[in-house]
């Protein structure tokens, strides 16, 4: 298993989603990175914390364990390896070897295929959407008129953007919006959804699918309008 030293994983840990979700490691095929020209080699975690490693189609079994702390152990026929959580997302996993400033990378595979084969496609993908997109997204919200709806004009500032996180909502990002008439509040992202909304004082939380309906719907909401 092939680590490397990546300066990025501590630049974006705030954005991962935790280990102890366990349901999304399991039952992928993830590809570990390495020398690609030589072999191709994909572990597959099973429920019953069975390890298949498919190396060009021949496979072995070990095991795997998570210990908690966001922690894994990895074992097979010649090696143990004990992991820390670096990153994780939907398509990349970062795991960092106990003791050293080296990580392992994996790809889920239905990403592997067409976008990630190798190292240095990784780390520009995760420079990408969690650094770039991130420092473009603290513009999302300007002193433009913003036609949503053509009978509604109106215009907003984001204030302030944070990264937070609680036991009961988990990793979501806080947005508080100013409009043109001073009414403040505050939207939301979901991590987990990717979903937009804010809080309805009868209904409890609206969910949206891009930032736009949301801050539209907000506004009709905090003046009492109704969508015709």
Known sequence: MKTYVADIIPKIQRFS????????LMNQ?????????QSKCVYIFRPNNQLLISENGIVQKG??????????LFETKHESYLLKHGFFDENVIALKLDSTDHYAFFVNETKYHSELNNINDILKFLETKYIISKKAGNNLGTTEKQTINEDVKFSYKIISEKEKYDLIWGNFIEYEIIFADSKKHKLYKGR???KYFYLDSV???????????AVFNLYIYLNGQKLG
């Open 17 to 24: 989603q935790k280990l102890d979700d366990l349901t999304k």
């Open 29 to 37: 095929h993830w590809v570990s990175i390495g020398d690609i020209n």
């Open 63 to 72: 095991s795997w364990e998570y210990l908690g702390s966001q922690s894994l």
């Open 192 to 194: 987990s959804t990717s």
């Open 203 to 213: 209904y409890g939380r609206k969910y949206f699918d891009t930032f736009e309906q």
